[in-house]
Protein backbone atom coordinates (compact mmCIF):
# COMPACT_ATOMS: atom_id res chain seq x y z
CA UNK A 1 0.00 0.00 0.00
CA UNK A 2 1.42 3.11 -1.42
CA UNK A 3 -1.12 5.40 0.43
CA UNK A 4 -0.58 7.45 3.86
CA UNK A 5 -2.63 10.04 5.28
CA UNK A 6 -0.87 12.45 5.88
CA UNK A 7 -2.20 16.32 7.04
CA UNK A 8 -2.20 18.11 3.59
CA UNK A 9 -3.39 14.17 1.91
CA UNK A 10 -6.83 14.48 4.98
CA UNK A 11 -7.13 18.33 4.19
CA UNK A 12 -7.37 17.79 0.46
CA UNK A 13 -9.80 14.84 0.92
CA UNK A 14 -11.95 17.19 3.39
CA UNK A 15 -11.99 19.53 0.43
CA UNK A 16 -12.92 17.03 -2.34
CA UNK A 17 -15.35 15.31 -0.30
CA UNK A 18 -17.27 18.81 0.42
CA UNK A 19 -17.27 19.43 -2.98
CA UNK A 20 -19.02 16.03 -4.06
CA UNK A 21 -21.50 16.43 -0.99
CA UNK A 22 -22.04 20.46 -2.05
CA UNK A 23 -22.83 18.84 -6.05
CA UNK A 24 -25.04 16.21 -4.50
CA UNK A 25 -26.75 18.01 -2.52
CA UNK A 26 -27.77 20.48 -5.29
CA UNK A 27 -28.63 17.75 -7.72
CA UNK A 28 -30.89 16.54 -5.63
CA UNK A 29 -32.77 19.31 -4.24
CA UNK A 30 -33.98 19.59 -8.43
CA UNK A 31 -34.50 16.30 -9.62
CA UNK A 32 -37.99 14.03 -9.36
CA UNK A 33 -38.42 12.31 -6.27
CA UNK A 34 -38.28 8.95 -8.91
CA UNK A 35 -35.07 9.52 -9.87
CA UNK A 36 -33.35 10.44 -6.25
CA UNK A 37 -32.75 6.48 -5.83
CA UNK A 38 -30.64 6.76 -8.24
CA UNK A 39 -29.11 9.67 -7.34
CA UNK A 40 -28.04 8.23 -4.22
CA UNK A 41 -26.63 5.45 -5.29
CA UNK A 42 -24.44 7.36 -7.75
CA UNK A 43 -23.48 8.92 -4.69
CA UNK A 44 -21.98 6.06 -3.03
CA UNK A 45 -21.03 4.63 -5.78
CA UNK A 46 -18.08 7.63 -6.20
CA UNK A 47 -17.81 7.64 -2.54
CA UNK A 48 -16.38 3.69 -3.05
CA UNK A 49 -14.55 4.50 -6.05
CA UNK A 50 -12.44 7.81 -4.58
CA UNK A 51 -11.68 6.30 -1.31
CA UNK A 52 -10.53 3.13 -2.96
CA UNK A 53 -8.09 5.02 -5.52
CA UNK A 54 -6.95 6.53 -2.31
CA UNK A 55 -6.13 3.47 -1.06
CA UNK A 56 -4.76 2.08 -3.70
CA UNK A 57 -3.19 4.11 -5.85
CA UNK A 58 0.17 2.88 -6.76
CA UNK A 59 1.99 4.36 -10.21
CA UNK A 60 4.28 7.59 -9.66
CA UNK A 61 3.58 10.68 -11.39
CA UNK A 62 3.66 10.32 -15.11
CA UNK A 63 5.45 13.35 -16.32
CA UNK A 64 8.40 12.79 -14.06
CA UNK A 65 8.38 8.82 -14.68
CA UNK A 66 9.29 9.86 -18.25
CA UNK A 67 12.04 11.99 -17.20
CA UNK A 68 13.49 9.41 -14.98
CA UNK A 69 13.38 6.41 -17.58
CA UNK A 70 15.07 8.72 -20.47
CA UNK A 71 18.01 7.91 -19.06
CA UNK A 72 20.60 4.95 -19.28
CA UNK A 73 18.89 1.81 -17.04
CA UNK A 74 21.48 0.72 -14.61
CA UNK A 75 19.76 -1.76 -12.93
CA UNK A 76 16.45 -3.66 -12.29
CA UNK A 77 15.54 -5.21 -9.22
CA UNK A 78 12.44 -7.53 -10.08
CA UNK A 79 9.76 -9.17 -7.68
CA UNK A 80 10.78 -12.71 -7.19
CA UNK A 81 14.00 -11.24 -5.91
CA UNK A 82 12.61 -9.14 -3.50
CA UNK A 83 9.97 -11.55 -2.01
CA UNK A 84 13.09 -14.24 -1.39
CA UNK A 85 14.66 -11.45 0.88
CA UNK A 86 11.94 -10.15 2.71
CA UNK A 87 11.14 -14.02 3.94
CA UNK A 88 14.52 -13.55 5.36
CA UNK A 89 14.16 -10.64 7.31
CA UNK A 90 12.56 -11.60 10.18
CA UNK A 91 12.19 -7.74 11.34
CA UNK A 92 10.25 -6.77 8.82
CA UNK A 93 6.68 -7.94 10.05
CA UNK A 94 7.54 -6.61 13.86
CA UNK A 95 8.03 -2.94 11.55
CA UNK A 96 4.50 -3.71 9.64
CA UNK A 97 2.71 -4.25 12.10
CA UNK A 98 1.67 -0.49 12.93
CA UNK A 99 0.81 -0.15 8.96
CA UNK A 100 -1.62 -3.00 9.05
CA UNK A 101 -3.44 -1.84 11.95
CA UNK A 102 -3.71 1.62 10.12
CA UNK A 103 -4.78 -0.51 6.86
CA UNK A 104 -7.17 -2.52 8.73
CA UNK A 105 -9.04 0.94 10.58
CA UNK A 106 -9.45 1.81 6.56
CA UNK A 107 -11.31 -1.23 5.38
CA UNK A 108 -13.37 -1.10 8.80
CA UNK A 109 -14.64 2.10 7.97
CA UNK A 110 -16.24 1.11 4.68
CA UNK A 111 -17.09 -2.01 6.67
CA UNK A 112 -19.20 0.88 9.45
CA UNK A 113 -20.25 2.80 6.10
CA UNK A 114 -22.15 0.08 4.27
CA UNK A 115 -23.81 -0.91 7.47
CA UNK A 116 -24.75 2.61 8.76
CA UNK A 117 -26.27 2.65 5.49
CA UNK A 118 -28.24 0.05 4.80
CA UNK A 119 -29.24 0.63 9.27
CA UNK A 120 -30.70 3.84 8.37
CA UNK A 121 -32.34 3.13 4.85
CA UNK A 122 -35.94 2.23 5.62
CA UNK A 123 -35.98 5.30 8.46
CA UNK A 124 -33.86 8.04 6.57
CA UNK A 125 -32.90 6.67 3.09
CA UNK A 126 -36.49 5.63 1.56
CA UNK A 127 -38.30 8.33 3.18
CA UNK A 128 -36.38 10.84 1.24
CA UNK A 129 -36.49 8.79 -1.80
CA UNK A 130 -39.86 8.06 -1.99
CA UNK A 131 -40.45 12.27 -1.52
CA UNK A 132 -42.76 11.66 1.57
CA UNK A 133 -40.53 13.10 4.36
CA UNK A 134 -40.33 16.77 2.76
CA UNK A 135 -43.29 18.11 4.39
CA UNK A 136 -40.94 20.94 6.29
CA UNK A 137 -39.46 22.44 3.11
CA UNK A 138 -36.26 22.83 1.52
CA UNK A 139 -34.44 23.34 4.82
CA UNK A 140 -35.67 19.88 5.97
CA UNK A 141 -34.68 18.74 2.73
CA UNK A 142 -31.04 19.94 3.20
CA UNK A 143 -30.68 18.77 6.52
CA UNK A 144 -31.32 14.64 5.91
CA UNK A 145 -29.31 15.12 2.84
CA UNK A 146 -26.56 16.35 4.98
CA UNK A 147 -27.20 13.48 7.52
CA UNK A 148 -27.53 10.92 4.42
CA UNK A 149 -24.05 12.27 2.66
CA UNK A 150 -21.68 13.27 5.38
CA UNK A 151 -21.58 10.42 7.87
CA UNK A 152 -19.82 8.19 5.35
CA UNK A 153 -17.19 11.21 5.32
CA UNK A 154 -17.33 11.85 8.61
CA UNK A 155 -16.86 7.87 9.54
CA UNK A 156 -13.73 7.99 6.74
CA UNK A 157 -11.98 10.76 7.81
CA UNK A 158 -12.05 10.07 12.01
CA UNK A 159 -10.82 6.29 10.61
CA UNK A 160 -7.85 7.91 8.75
CA UNK A 161 -6.97 10.35 11.39
CA UNK A 162 -6.77 6.92 14.02
CA UNK A 163 -4.74 5.59 11.38
CA UNK A 164 -2.14 8.40 11.58
CA UNK A 165 -2.07 8.42 15.02
CA UNK A 166 -1.18 4.78 14.45
CA UNK A 167 2.24 5.26 12.27
CA UNK A 168 4.78 7.18 13.42
CA UNK A 169 7.24 5.31 10.58
CA UNK A 170 5.48 4.54 7.58
CA UNK A 171 7.54 1.97 5.76
CA UNK A 172 6.57 0.96 1.57
CA UNK A 173 8.86 -1.66 0.53
CA UNK A 174 9.23 -1.44 -3.30
CA UNK A 175 8.37 -4.77 -5.12
CA UNK A 176 10.87 -3.59 -7.50
CA UNK A 177 12.71 -1.15 -9.09
CA UNK A 178 13.97 -0.05 -11.97
CA UNK A 179 17.35 2.21 -11.55
CA UNK A 180 18.56 4.74 -14.44
CA UNK A 181 21.21 7.59 -14.13
CA UNK A 182 18.21 10.04 -14.11
CA UNK A 183 16.84 8.06 -10.90
CA UNK A 184 14.60 5.39 -9.24
CA UNK A 185 11.26 4.19 -11.02
CA UNK A 186 9.71 1.44 -8.17
CA UNK A 187 6.41 -0.05 -7.30
CA UNK A 188 4.21 0.78 -5.47
CA UNK A 189 4.03 4.54 -5.80
CA UNK A 190 8.08 5.14 -5.50
CA UNK A 191 9.74 7.96 -8.26
CA UNK A 192 12.81 9.93 -7.51
CA UNK A 193 14.74 12.35 -10.17
CA UNK A 194 18.72 12.58 -9.47
CA UNK A 195 20.18 13.68 -7.98
CA UNK A 196 19.00 12.93 -4.96
CA UNK A 197 16.73 15.80 -2.59
CA UNK A 198 14.86 16.11 0.50
CA UNK A 199 15.73 12.10 1.40
CA UNK A 200 18.39 10.92 3.63
CA UNK A 201 19.42 7.45 2.29
CA UNK A 202 20.98 4.39 4.34
CA UNK A 203 22.08 1.15 3.77
CA UNK A 204 21.87 -2.47 5.67
CA UNK A 205 24.05 -4.87 4.32
CA UNK A 206 22.60 -7.16 6.86
CA UNK A 207 18.94 -7.26 5.90
CA UNK A 208 20.02 -6.32 2.31
CA UNK A 209 18.05 -3.01 1.79
CA UNK A 210 18.63 0.38 0.52
CA UNK A 211 16.22 2.65 1.71
CA UNK A 212 14.91 6.23 1.23
CA UNK A 213 13.80 8.61 4.45
CA UNK A 214 12.77 11.53 5.09
CA UNK A 215 10.29 13.19 7.75
CA UNK A 216 6.82 13.99 6.14
CA UNK A 217 3.28 15.18 8.50
CA UNK A 218 5.19 14.00 11.75
CA UNK A 219 5.53 10.50 10.03
CA UNK A 220 8.90 9.32 9.40
CA UNK A 221 8.50 7.74 5.57
CA UNK A 222 10.94 5.11 4.40
CA UNK A 223 10.66 4.10 0.51
CA UNK A 224 12.92 0.60 0.70
CA UNK A 225 14.27 -1.50 -2.07
CA UNK A 226 15.54 -5.16 -1.49
CA UNK A 227 18.06 -6.20 -3.57
CA UNK A 228 20.42 -9.32 -3.17
CA UNK A 229 23.69 -6.46 -4.18
CA UNK A 230 23.32 -3.65 -1.88
CA UNK A 231 26.37 -2.25 -2.23
CA UNK A 232 26.04 -1.67 -5.97
CA UNK A 233 22.92 0.04 -5.32
CA UNK A 234 24.38 1.96 -2.73
CA UNK A 235 27.37 2.79 -5.04
CA UNK A 236 24.96 3.81 -7.62
CA UNK A 237 23.09 6.17 -5.87
CA UNK A 238 25.79 7.79 -4.06
CA UNK A 239 27.73 8.55 -7.18
CA UNK A 240 24.33 9.13 -9.79
CA UNK A 241 22.01 10.59 -7.17
CA UNK A 242 25.48 12.93 -5.47
CA UNK A 243 24.22 11.88 -2.28
CA UNK A 244 25.87 10.19 1.19
CA UNK A 245 24.62 6.73 1.85
CA UNK A 246 24.92 6.27 5.25
CA UNK A 247 25.51 2.34 6.88
CA UNK A 248 22.04 1.43 9.25
CA UNK A 249 22.47 0.59 11.59
CA UNK A 250 25.64 2.46 12.41
CA UNK A 251 27.96 1.05 13.84
CA UNK A 252 28.76 1.08 17.64
CA UNK A 253 31.98 3.61 18.03
Same mark, same amino acid.
Given at each position: ?5 ? *? ?24 ? =? ?13 ? %?????? =? ?7 ? =? ?10 ? /? ?43 ? /? ?49 ? /? ?11 ? %? ?21 ? *? ?15 ? *? ?11 ? %? ?16
Amino acid at each position: MSYYPT *RRGLLKSVAISQGIISLFIVINLFVP =SEYRGIITTAYFIVF %IAIFSY =SMYRQKPKG =SLTRDIVSGRKL /LTIKQEEVSGLQTKDLELVNELKPLLKASGLSILSMVVVMLWFFA /LYPTLVRPYITGSDFSNGIVKQVLDLLILYEVPVVISMSMQFLSRKLMRIY /LNVLRSAEVYTTG %IVGLPGFALKFPVESYSVRVNYV *RKFVEFVKKEGGVEVLH *RIYCTDPERLADI %ISRYGKVKVEKYPKPLS
